[in-house]
């Protein structure tokens, strides 16, 4: 314990530079368990992103791409699924609930899905989360419009607003339906998921804005008014997907080897949370250089706490050998430099700590509206335990090299150095 308060008090007598060097491990220890946290969430966010439901059906293709397109409205489908397929589908009697979509659409570059209202029934995120009508009121007309939060803040729509949807992903005059607009009826709150930067439409309004258009565009003279199209019969004859859910999740292969070996037609059911792991192992590589970054910066500030302490000891070998006259052994004296190097680095952990704590509580709304991640500011987890732990570790093994050069000058060398 003296040992420990002798460093202390030479600590004390060097405040300043002690205090640059306990700064800059306090960043870099910010900066790495932010890092952890951020990657640790983001992981579990996407995961997340859908939840709930038991299978993702669609044309058949790669578990991959049917997450893309389906969920995350990322590129375009292969093919589509009939509707005879679907409703097939929904009748097998292990199936509690089903949710088609249909994608192709956009707006201002958003994609535009055409669902029922069962997607706001059924749609799950994160854990267990239902979606939420922050503004207005679901579809109940066949021109209404739901939109994600971020549609709504981006383009700076409020309820009773009109907009157009365009067909496909390009938003150019010829693929407009001018001629069927549509009213924006509800604005949801924020989920951190892609629902946030969808139009969410009727299903049936999906094939009203496409009557009279071929190949992707109107045919001259089928202009069909929107008075026309509610009397018509808007049916679909295909959608891209649909969400399943089940009566059982025992149920859960079997009904998906009945839609994979489905006669009439291609079809690929997939487990969401199977295909988001995969599709996590994929563009997940990023999580690991971004750790692996935060690294570097740690092992740059530790860089600054031995040059500090090598320098000072320089400065110190009087010092040192008038410990040793007084009867210090030449252990107390690598004692004296490790606990240096602990302290400081004890120090930059707690500090870094605190500060990380202080960024999250400021920042986390921001970060919940803006990314969807919903950071905690409590203890840390097992992992960044064992990173904190590491960097004091590291710390002690930092201090060994001024301490192994204290521990190895002799008296005379100190005594021999003049003022």
């Not at 998906?256 to 199977?274: C, T």
């Not at 009867?327 to 120090?347: D, K, N, Q, Y």
């Not at 500060?355 to 970060?367: K, S």
């Amino acid at each position: 314990m003296a040992i420990f308060r002798l460093a202390l008090q030479s600590l004390l007598s060097r405040r300043f530079t002690v205090l640059l060097t306990v700064a800059s491990i306090a960043l870099s220890v910010a900066l790495l368990i932010g890092v952890e946290r951020i990657r640790t969430e983001a992981r579990a966010s996407f995961a997340d992103t859908l939840s709930g439901t038991d299978l993702l059906v669609g044309a058949r293709s790669g578990p991959i791409q049917l997450m893309l397109y389906a969920v995350f409205r990322i590129g375009n489908a292969t093919n589509n699924m009939s509707w005879e397929s679907y409703q097939a589908i929904a009748a097998h009697p292990r199936v509690s609930w089903t949710v088609p979509l249909s994608l192709g659409d956009s707006h201002r570059g958003f994609r535009v899905l055409g669902t029922t209202a069962g997607y706001f029934e059924h749609y799950r995120y994160g854990r267990d989360q239902a979606l939420v009508v922050a503004e207005g009121e679901r579809f109940s007309d066949l021109y209404d419009a739901v939109l994600g939060a971020e549609v709504a803040a981006q383009l700076e729509y409020r309820i009773g607003d009109s907009l157009v949807i365009a067909h496909g992903a390009g938003d150019v005059s010829f693929a407009r339906h001018d001629d069927q607009p549509f009213r924006v009826a509800g604005i949801l709150a924020p989920t951190g998921t892609p629902v946030d930067r969808t139009v969410h439409v009727s299903l049936e309004a999906i094939e009203a804005i496409h009557l009279g258009w071929e190949g992707g565009s109107p045919m001259p003279g089928f202009e069909i008014d929107p008075e026309r199209a509610r009397e018509m019969d808007l049916e679909p004859g295909a959608i891209t997907a649909a969400l399943i859910g089940l009566d059982s999740r025992i149920a859960t292969f079997a009904v998906q080897r009945y839609v994979n070996e489905y006669p009439h037609e291609p079809l690929l059911a997939v487990v969401p949370g199977i295909a988001l792991s995969e599709l996590w192992s994929v563009i997940g590589v990023a999580e690991n250089a971004l750790l692996i970054v935060s690294g570097f910066v740690v092992l740059v500030g530790f860089i600054g706490l031995l040059t500090a302490l090598l320098i000072g000891l320089e400065g110190r070998r009087r010092e040192m050998a008038i410990l040793r006259s007084l009867g210090a052994r030449p252990g107390h004296v690598f004692g004296l430099i490790i606990g240096e190097a602990f302290a400081v680095t004890f120090a930059g952990v707690v500090l870094g700590i605190a500060l990380l704590v202080a960024m999250l509580w400021v920042g986390q709304p921001l970060i919940a509206s803006e990314l969807g991640l919903r950071l905690g500011f409590g203890l840390p987890a097992l992992r960044e335990w064992l990173l904190l732990g590491g960097v004091l570790a590291a710390g002690l093994l930092i201090g060994l090299v001024p301490g192994w050069r204290a521990y190895r000058r002799s008296l005379s060398d100190g005594l021999s150095l003049r003022l």
